[in-house]
């Protein structure tokens, strides 16, 4: 049996394909080759259109069939990781009534606020774990005071990887893990959010049936499994946002776990079995995949926009002519520290660690007479680790002290500078996995699918490539703390 994994990323889809027994990848594929469009109207603004995300996924899927080195209509399950926190809304056609207002949008952010402020005093923070920010349900309610003519038609909203489920099964469900991202779920409670959907006046009626985390979401539509070349009889059977996705890629599932990701937002999750929630909200608390009734296995998030996004812009911006490993091999020439050069690598929206504050993107102490664009690059990867080094201060503030981080070895952490300084500025060895988004989705489908009995037997194929020891971590210090004097100016104009 073989198992099919789509990750919706912000930048592309990915899919692979993993061999049931052996737990090996069979294959991959991605599409589009170049970075998806994200729409911007206006500042702050983020949207993509949903019915490209379909088209790019049967894209993805059919490349990966291309290569013949599998029968498709031997996939027996699907699992679908994607991008958090976004909004699609659709009608009775399940036709979207407009497009997709994606995890980076900020528009949403002083309903979020004012929510918070008229609720704080009913212990929301303490049964939520959050406040609604900038999330999904507070974009919602930003569609209902902005747009009520596109909100009447509303039949159901969803977070993006429902809407693919939804194009794959026809069915429209989602489940706690994904509702918990939308700060719809009351966690004192064990259940859906009465609270915020009255406040935002939400009828209930809009939200999507709500099943465990590894389901039968629902059978491929014949017509879509012919088009795809799948079985009649395949299911989607897992359905997470990438964050939990990735932890559970990387068997990072139990009490004092850490997982990082360093795509085009950064991430650290590490795993509690206690309701922790942080007083400001600058970390936010989702349930895990495996969260239960029973047993407590909640996800503390820490999240920076701006990671992979500026080490792809500033690449952009001055290196077009390279690729990222000749980007990362003339990085590495240049000395610990870049010459003196800090990035702030905020220029992506509302930083939740911020208070949802837009800082926006700096360079500082550049010197035409000394400095290269090596430099440059260089210091966009320590600014990045350096990011991360403040927001793990902050989970660090909530108990939350990783011993080790494991993350994929992929993106950011292929390159040895950015490896270097997240583990000498942080002080934490890093572990690096040959894995990824899309074939811990596969891997959830198997789970799902009642194919693995446990999650040892589902992560048995799992092997470490490298682990980077902290280095020059006294160095290391002193750079953060002069970096992070340039973000405290910043924050206090």
Not at 101 to 109: F, K, Y
Not at 243 to 249: D, E, H, K, M, Y
Not at 259 to 272: D, F
Request: hydrophobic share 40%; glycine share 8%; aromatic share 8%.
């Amino acid at each position: 049996m073989l198992l099919l994994g789509i990750d919706l990323g912000t930048s592309s889809i990915k899919v692979s394909v993993v061999d049931a027994i052996s737990r090996r990848r069979i294959a991959s594929a991605q599409y589009p080759e170049s970075e998806a469009e994200i729409l911007s109207a206006r500042p702050g603004w983020a949207e993509q259109r949903p019915e490209t995300w379909w088209m790019h996924t049967k894209a993805a899927i059919l490349k990966a069939h291309s290569t013949g080195l599998y029968n498709p209509e031997e996939i027996g399950a699907i699992g679908i990781a994607y991008q958090m926190h976004g909004l699609v809304i659709v009608d009775r056609s399940h036709r979207p009534l407009r497009d997709a207002i994606i995890w980076c949008d900020s528009r949403a952010v002083d309903i979020g606020n004012r929510a918070m402020s008229e609720l704080s005093s009913g212990g929301f923070l303490n049964s939520h774990l959050n406040s609604p920010g900038n999330f999904t349900a507070s974009k919602l309610a930003w569609v209902k005071e902005n747009e009520p003519q596109v909100y009447e038609k509303t039949f159901k909203f969803m977070l993006p990887g429902d809407y693919l489920s939804l194009r794959l099964t026809g069915e429209v469900n989602s489940n706690v893990s994904s509702i918990s991202e939308g700060i719809l779920w009351n966690f004192s409670e064990g259940k859906l959010s009465d609270t915020l959907l009255k406040y935002y006046g939400i009828h209930t009626d809009l939200v999507p049936a709500i099943l465990p985390v590894f389901s039968r979401y629902g059978r491929v539509l014949p017509e879509v499994a012919r088009e795809l070349g799948l079985s009649s009889d395949v299911f989607v059977t897992f359905k997470a946002g990438d964050q939990p996705n990735n932890a559970l890629s990387l068997n990072v599932l139990e009490p004092g776990e850490v997982a990082a990701t360093a795509g085009t937002s950064g991430v650290i999750y590490a795993v509690t079995d206690e309701l922790v929630c942080d007083a400001a909200s600058r970390v936010n608390t989702f349930a895990h995949v495996n969260h239960t009734e029973e047993a407590t296995r909640l996800g503390v998030l820490l999240c920076i926009n701006g990671t992979g996004i500026q080490n792809s812009w500033i690449k952009q911006m001055t290196a077009s002519d390279l690729d990222y490993s000749a980007l990362n091999n003339s990085s590495a020439s240049i000395a610990v520290g870049s010459e003196g050069i800090r990035v702030l690598p905020f220029g992506n929206g509302a930083e939740r660690m911020f208070n949802n504050r837009i800082v926006g993107g700096h360079l500082e102490n550049l010197d035409f007479v000394r400095h290269g664009r090596a430099h440059l690059w260089r210091a966009a990867q320590e600014g990045i680790a350096f990011s991360f080094r403040y927001g793990l201060d902050i989970l660090r503030e909530n108990g939350l002290n990783p011993s080790v981080i494991k993350a994929g070895h992929a993106n950011l952490f292929l390159s040895p500078v950015f490896q270097q300084s997240f583990a000498g500025v942080t002080n934490v060895p890093v572990e690096l996995y040959d894995n990824d988004g899309s074939v811990g989705a596969a891997l959830g489908a198997g789970l799902g699918a009642g194919v693995f009995a446990n999650r040892e037997e589902a992560f048995s194929g799992l092997e470490r490539q490298l682990t980077v020891e902290p280095a020059q971590v006294a160095l290391y210090d002193e750079l953060y703390a002069d970096w992070k004097n340039c973000l405290e100016r910043k924050l206090s104009n």
